[in-house]
């Protein structure tokens, strides 16, 4: 378990319009729970938890993810990095379906 967990909310209150998701993964990097190179060390008590979903509202009540860190300044550089890769608006856009189609192995 990372010694500090804090959740990361939005400079406004809005719905998730996009999201960068290899920013996000950027993030996890960063923080020490990826590798750039495979040698590198993975910390497993680092990363992102409960990030909010497209369409979602979020507000004071309601944060863009939780950031499981080892430092305050890890956590303020993951913070930002989230804020900016999460786009915000006044109104709900239409979320893409999750699944597309169901392939059967009959289909193969």
């Known amino acids: 378990t990372a010694p500090m967990i804090r959740p990361v909310y939005a ?3 809005g719905y998730v319009q996009t999201m960068n998701t ?12 990826g ?3 495979a040698a590198d060390p993975i910390d497993y008590a680092v990363g992102l938890s409960e ?4 369409g979602d509202y979020a507000d004071d009540g309601k944060p ?7 430092t305050d300044t ?3 550089q993951i913070a930002n990095m989230i804020r900016n ?3 915000i608006g006044d109104e709900k856009s239409s979320v893409p379906p999750a699944v597309y189609r169901r392939i059967s192995l009959a289909e193969i």
């Open 11 to 13: 400079d406004r209150a």
């Open 22 to 33: 290899r920013e996000l993964g950027l993030a996890v990097v960063a923080l020490g729970g």
């Open 35 to 37: 590798r750039v190179r």
């Open 51 to 54: 990030i909010i979903s497209l």
């Open 64 to 70: 863009l993810a939780f950031v499981h860190a080892r």
């Open 74 to 76: 890890q956590y303020e």
């Open 85 to 87: 890769a999460i786009c």
